[in-house]
């Protein structure tokens, strides 16, 4: 069966990232980038009579900032509807009372950005299952980070090329347009993993976890430092738009 998820996420590159994760799990996403167009897709699947789920859609992701209406006046709307429909929130609001407050309205769960894209999956999945749907759809993707794309590892592909970027994972030598670039070690390892996994997002977990090999037990500003300091030597080139920001989540290579 079809599983439909309704991604409800304002800012593009989220939403873009999410559905993209979900999809690979398997799963069928539409994107909605504001509560009114999210209440219009949801009023144009309902069943008149609102019988059932009233939304036409097997789970609903949402934000909880959003244009038009709010998320939470989402949830408030499907519940009233009588919509069994699984509700997970992910929003930058951390607080256990906004949790609590969510819960009571209806949510089935919550994730506080940035989250990872893979924990998103499973939970998905749980509340699925929790429905009669089984594990079949995403199970064969769900594994490993959210990040990669498969099961292979920069060394695996030790020269890399992007854009102008060529990369040695052997050598351990950067270039650009031919020309040597100066990066430290972590430097390197960090544009090794982005190209390695060219348009995938990495959380600041993630990045620090495999360019430095050690646990993630640090402040958030060091992944984010030294990617700024990557980013000042690859300016003289106008390369260091290559990595992107991607808000709430972390960074990924964008040629």
Request: net charge negative; charged share 25%.
């Given at each position: ?31 909605a980038y504001s509560g009114s167009e999210a209440r219009l897709l949801l009023g144009r699947t309902a069943p008149a009579d609102g019988a059932g789920d009233g939304c036409g859609y097997d789970c609903i992701v949402t934000d909880l900032m959003l244009p038009g209406m709010s998320g939470e006046r989402l949830v408030t709307m499907l519940r009233e509807r009588g919509a069994g429909v699984p509700i997970i929130v992910i929003s930058a609001r951390d607080t256990v009372a906004d949790r609590v407050a969510l819960l009571r ?151």
């Amino acid at each position: 069966m079809n599983v439909r998820i309704l991604v409800i996420e304002d800012d593009a590159d989220i939403n873009e990232v999410v559905r993209a994760r979900l999809e690979r799990a398997g799963y069928d996403c539409t994107g909605a980038y504001s509560g009114s167009e999210a209440r219009l897709l949801l009023g144009r699947t309902a069943p008149a009579d609102g019988a059932g789920d009233g939304c036409g859609y097997d789970c609903i992701v949402t934000d909880l900032m959003l244009p038009g209406m709010s998320g939470e006046r989402l949830v408030t709307m499907l519940r009233e509807r009588g919509a069994g429909v699984p509700i997970i929130v992910i929003s930058a609001r951390d607080t256990v009372a906004d949790r609590v407050a969510l819960l009571r309205l209806g949510a089935d769960d919550y994730l506080v950005k940035p989250f990872d894209l893979d924990e998103l999956v499973v939970r998905v999945q749980a509340q699925l299952r929790g429905r009669g749907y089984g594990s079949s759809a995403g199970s064969a993707s769900s594994g490993g980070h959210a990040a990669a794309d498969d099961d292979t590892t920069p060394d695996d592909h030790p020269v890399l090329s992007a854009g102008r970027w060529t990369l040695d994972s052997a050598a351990r030598t950067f270039l650009i347009d031919g020309r040597p670039a100066n990066l430290t070690n972590t430097e390197f390892n960090i544009v090794e993993l982005l190209m390695a996994h060219p348009n995938t997002v990495f959380t600041k977990q993630q990045v620090y976890e495999l360019c430095w090999n050690e646990p993630y037990m640090v402040d958030d500003n060091t992944v984010t430092a030294h990617v700024s300091k990557i980013r000042a030597k690859l300016k003289p080139s106008g390369t260091d738009t290559y990595i992107r920001t991607v808000w709430g989540l972390g960074f990924k290579l964008d040629v």
